[in-house]
């Protein structure tokens, strides 16, 4: 029997890298993606492989949209293993002196509320079933306040707790949780990040630890491992210093 594995973000990036590493003989994929040339084209690598595939064009800004759709997936055959991948970048301009408040809201609901929202209907579906896995892909930028990029910290940080709280409640039925906390990644939103250029990670790169992790039944990871060592130098330095150094690594 094909394991049924549902992808969000699949059309390009990390979902892509996601999609291409599980796609083989045994797999079926529901790859859902808002870019529907893209995920043809993603769909095709992954049949090359040999693996089933079924596709879903779907903006997550929309969450009613969104659990509508999950719930005429699970009615197909229920979701073996989820992992909700996508999700908005953000970086405020030098010039802006805040964040545009419409480009606040698309970020909290793709990035926090509706995967959330998604986990929690999947989460519900695989208890019945007495099993089942959940992958929520988030960022190390969750666990910074960055000036920035307020919006898309403060939504990865609401998801972070929140994958927290889902896993801790799932465990007893037999489903599991895990959440990802990424660096920047090489794509075009990654390289904005002030991060040396050693710490970009290539999608497929980061693809195989997270499907790795996940075999292992690791709760979370955090990637590469200095971004590990960052939130605790986060937590230790003073107020003041910390707020000056959170400033300073604004891109140009």
């Known amino acids: ?10 059309s390009r990036g990390l979902g892509a890298a996601i999609a291409r590493h599980y796609a ?28 089933m595939v079924t596709l879903r064009s779907l903006d997550l800004v929309d969450p009613a949209a969104a659990l509508a759709a999950i719930d005429a997936e699970e009615s197909a055959g229920g979701i073996d293993i989820a992992v909700l991948a996508a999700g908005l970048g953000d970086i405020q301009g030098r010039h802006e002196r805040g964040e545009d408040p419409a480009r606040m809201v698309r970020l909290g609901m793709v990035n926090f509320v509706t995967p959330s929202a998604m986990a929690a209907a999947l989460a519900d579906r695989m208890a019945a079933r007495g099993h089942g896995h959940i992958i929520l892909i988030g960022s190390a930028a969750a666990f910074h306040a960055l000036p920035f990029a307020a919006a898309y910290a403060g939504s990865k940080a609401g998801l ?36 040396p250029q050693r710490l970009l990670m290539q999608p497929a ?24 060592a ?7 330095l003073p107020a003041g210093l910390r707020d000056r150094l959170l400033r300073s690594l604004r891109p140009k």
Request: proline fraction near 7%.
């Open 160 to 195: 972070a707790r929140f994958a927290q709280a889902l896993r801790i409640g799932a465990a007893p039925h037999g489903v599991s949780v895990m959440l990802v906390s990424p660096g920047p990644i090489d794509r075009p939103e990654g390289r904005q990040v002030a991060a």
């Open 1 to 10: 029997m094909r394991q049924r594995i549902l992808i969000t973000g699949a």
């Open 24 to 51: 083989g003989p045994d797999v079926l994929l529901v790859l859902w993606g808002r870019d529907h040339e893209r995920l043809e084209q993603v769909a095709d690598q992954c049949r090359d492989a040999g693996a």
């Open 230 to 236: 960052l939130r605790l130098v986060d937590r230790l």
């Open 205 to 228: 790169d980061v693809a195989a630890r997270i499907v790795a992790a996940s075999a292992r039944g690791d709760a979370h990871l955090v990637l590469p491992w200095p971004f590990a």
